[in-house]
């Protein structure tokens, strides 16, 4: 059986197993509702595992098998993108170069500063008094 399978068993029937203990439960108590749900859950679970176990071996029975291939997996790449443009002969120096190249138009951000007037001077009287305005409200 794959994988996933079970999961999707476990969705559907307790999917129709809710909608059957919300439809039961309108006319009849929750015991004999949390029942009829329990009932249903494990039939409809076990009716969509036979109807799968029907499909997949018909469907087995048409279709030819797969098969696999003996090179999948065998070989693993370990060069990344930037090391393709590198040829294995280059020295330090060359890789400082390319590198210089390659920033060559990076400028940092540059960030005007905010000026503050000089006719603003802060009063450390007035600083406090907001304090103590702002802490009490």
């Known amino acids: 059986m794959r994988t996933g399978t079970l999961k999707w068993n476990f969705i559907l029937s307790g999917i129709v197993s809710m909608l059957?203990?919300?439809?039961?439960?309108?006319?009849?108590?929750i015991v004999e509702s949390?029942?009829?749900s329990l009932l249903i859950f494990s039939i409809f679970f076990f009716?969509?595992?036979v109807a799968q176990f029907?499909?997949?071996w018909t469907l087995g029975t048409v279709r030819p098998p797969h098969e696999e291939s003996t090179e999948i997996g065998?070989?693993?790449?370990?060069?990344?993108p930037e090391e393709t443009s590198m040829s294995p002969v280059e020295t330090g120096?060359?890789?400082?170069?390319?590198?210089?190249?390659d920033f060559a138009e990076f400028s940092p951000n540059n960030f005007p500063r905010v000026a503050r007037n000089e006719s603003s001077t802060l009063d450390p009287e007035e600083i406090a008094q907001a304090l103590?305005?702002?802490?009490n409200e």
């Open 20 to 29: 059957t203990f919300i439809f039961s439960f309108i006319n009849n108590l």
């Open 93 to 101: 120096k060359d890789q400082q170069r390319r590198a210089e190249g």
């Open 54 to 56: 029907v499909m997949r």
């Open 74 to 80: 065998q070989h693993v790449n370990f060069v990344t």
């Open 34 to 36: 949390l029942i009829r």
């Open 47 to 49: 009716v969509i595992m």
């Open 132 to 135: 103590r305005v702002f802490s």
